[in-house]
C-alpha cells in the first residue's frame, strides 16, 4: 500500500506568495495531522483532523495559516500570504484513531 | 516548562555498545508513548510504542516506562553504525493530540 503522499517536495517562494502544500493519508486513516519542523522550534503540530473534521488548530501559528480537509483523501495547508519565518519543513501524517502516526515525505519550504 | 523534554545530545556510542536515549514529560495523565527514529532529511518513522509501565522488547529495542516518574526511556543493544539518527520521543496526552520532544540525535561510531 502506499503510504501518505506529500505534494510538492520542494517549493521555494518569493515572500507575499500564496503557498499551498498537499496531502493524501492512507486509505483507511481517520486521522490527519499537519506538522512544522525547523532547527530551532523541532517538530510542531499544527492542526489535526478526525473524519475530516478539524479537532485542534491550536497550533497554527497565526491567521496566515489555513487548512482544510473536503474528503477523507485530501488535505490542503495553505501559507498567505507568506514569509520568511514560515520556512521550514512541513509533515502530514495519518494513523488510525490514536495509534501510531505514519508520516510523509514532508515538503520543504523555502520563502525568499 | 516543556512538555516533552530530551537531551538534544548529540550521544556518542561505539559499535556494538547499548545506546540509552531517555525522556520525561509533564502530563500526569500521558496514556501513550512512541519512539520515533528520524534520519537527516528523512521523515520520522516508528520504531517503538509502549503504554503500560514497564520494558517491552522489540529485537535490539528495549522501551522502558515508568509513569510515576514521568520517564520514558530507549535502549539500544549492539548499536550500529546505521542506528545514527535522532530519536524523537512522543506522548499523547488527555487531550489527544501527541507532543513531540525536541530528539536526541546519536552517533554510533564504527
Known sequence: DAGVIQSPRHEVTEMGQEVTLRCKPISGHDYLFWYRQTMMRGLELLIYFNNNVPIDDSGMPEDRFSAKMPNA???????QPSEPRDSAVYFCASSIKFGTQYFGPGTRLLVL | QKEVEQNSGPLSVPEGAIASLNCTYSDRGSQSFFWYRQY?????ELIMSIYSNG???????TA??????????????DSQPSDSATYLCAVTANNNDMRFGAGTRLTVKP
Open chain 2, 40 to 44: 537527516s532529511g528523512k521523515s520520522p
Open chain 1, 73 to 79: 483523501s485530501f488535505s490542503t495547508l495553505k501559507i
Open chain 2, 64 to 77: 522502558q516506562l515508568n509513569k510515576a516518574s514521568q520517564y520514558v526511556s530507549l535502549l539500544i543493544r
Open chain 2, 55 to 61: 520494558d517491552k522488547e522489540d529485537g535490539r529495542f
